[in-house]
């Protein structure tokens, strides 16, 4: 029988958590992609609201979520936490498997967390307009349906793979009354630039966010919404963290491993960032970042500074990357195809206490197959990558006969790439 763990809806938490207040070390500045010195709040105001920009620097422990997100919230917050036990007989594993099913969500995903957050801010400081990137179509489906929400007109570059593979998710951004283009596009100078060069080019999230922030630049009612990597949005997301350690401390349970896939970023430090002060205090606790291996920034990629973006216009962020340039095979996880990761989440892995491992696509979608045939919930590509973390984990406990409770982010159901799996 599989075991379901809700809080109720007024167990929402009421601030998001800053993992900044109680790290042991300051993060590397962004640099200003002109100067290479380090960049102002001022200097960001062009394509981000104020009451972002100051989430992004601060270092306090604790932000009050307004009342008008966490009126949004309470929609599809909290979120289920699962017990796998069907999974767990399969693998007849000593483990007790957990997952943090964010797929109930209104989009699908947990982007909505952070798109939420970011259309009520934007809102109440005369922005009118988002413009966006997004790889498979979780953010933007997420932000579209958030700025219907609050009133305002989103524009999305949906990278071109994402786009021809997944046609589900347009319809759904347009269903928000939003507009999305495939990137790159003949929308902007640069996503000209890049098809005069080779029109047959897939597209990429560096590309398709170079084409955000040419539009956002060209009008002052306008801003550039993240869907991840940078401070603010992870603090979003640590609602996901904040639900789970209430609901495991319901079960009585300790986790001795917890996983997420790992594109930029948000859904895993959502959920683990949450938890870094009890390792920090010496709890024994494994947190592992699931990357793709054609794809595999904290795995393969360096530590130093780089541009967010292809066309170098972004701040220049301290973080494990694979270049601005690279191009991502087409693999069907378009939301892991990002060139870098989250600073937050690329200092974690360079001290040591966060994990980081590559999967391939075909392990990935034989564990999500497995899954959705023992669980009942079809698991998003990027998700899939949690799943196969957690089966390894799950296996090692078999191994060595050790009852290890494993802990997972599902961070998106797969209902929009059906197609994927065939």
């Not at 993992?19 to 062009?46: E, G, H």
């Not at 909505?112 to 009118?128: C, D, H, R, V």
Request: charged share 25%; glycine share 8%; proline share 8%.
């Amino acid at each position: 029988m599989r075991i379901r763990v809700d809080l109720k809806v007024d167990e929402i938490p009421r601030y998001w958590y800053n993992v900044l207040s109680d790290l042991p070390f300051k993060l590397d500045p962004p640099l200003d992609p002109k100067t290479k010195q380090p960049i102002s709040p001022d200097m960001l105001s062009a394509i981000f609201p104020m009451p972002l920009i100051e989430q992004e620097v601060t270092d306090k422990r604790e932000i009050p979520i307004p009342e008008p997100v966490l009126e949004e919230y309470a929609v599809f917050r909290p979120t289920p936490l699962f017990r796998a036990t069907y999974l767990e007989e399969f693998l007849q594993t000593p483990a007790r498997i957990y997952y943090k099913y964010e797929g109930a969500s209104p989009t699908g995903s947990h982007k909505t967390n952070t798109a939420l957050a970011q259309a009520y801010y934007n809102k109440i400081s005369g922005t009118e307009r988002l413009v966006t990137e997004t790889g498979a179509g979780q953010w933007g489906s997420a932000l579209c349906y958030s700025g219907a929400k609050f009133g305002l007109k989103v524009n999305v570059f949906m990278v071109k793979i994402s786009y021809e593979q997944k046609p589900m998710r347009k319809y759904l951004m347009r269903l928000f009354d939003g507009d999305v283009v495939p990137s790159p596009s003949e929308k902007t100078s640069f996503g000209k630039s890049i098809l005069a060069s080779n029109s047959e080019n897939p597209g990429s999230l560096g590309i398709a966010i170079s084409e955000a922030i040419e539009i956002t630049l060209s009008d002052s009612r306008t801003k550039y919404s993240l869907g991840s990597v940078l401070n603010h949005v992870l603090l979003h997301q640590t609602v996901i963290g904040l639900e789970l350690k209430k609901q495991l401390e319901v079960l009585g349970e300790k986790p001795d491993v917890i996983l997420g896939c790992h594109g930029g970023g948000s859904n895993f430090g959502g959920t683990v960032l949450p938890f870094i002060p009890d390792k920090l205090s010496g709890k024994e606790i494994k947190f592992v970042a699931c990357e793709p291996t054609a794809c595999p920034s904290l795995t393969r990629g360096r530590y130093d500074y780089d541009y967010g973006d292809t066309a170098s216009m972004t701040p220049l962020l301290k973080m494990y990357t694979l270049g601005k340039d690279f191009i991502p095979p087409k693999i069907h996880a378009g939301g892991l195809r990002y060139h870098g990761a989250a600073p937050i989440i690329s200092r974690l892995v360079k001290e040591g206490l966060i994990e980081a491992v590559a999967f391939d696509q075909d392990e990935i979608f034989s564990a999500a197959k497995l899954f959705a045939k023992l669980e009942g919930i079809v698991p998003a590509p990027e998700s899939s990558y949690a799943i196969a973390g957690a089966i390894r984990e799950a296996k090692k406990a078999k191994e060595h006969n050790i009852p290890r409770v494993v802990v997972f982010n599902l961070s998106g159901h797969g209902l929009f790439d059906l197609t994927a799996y065939i």
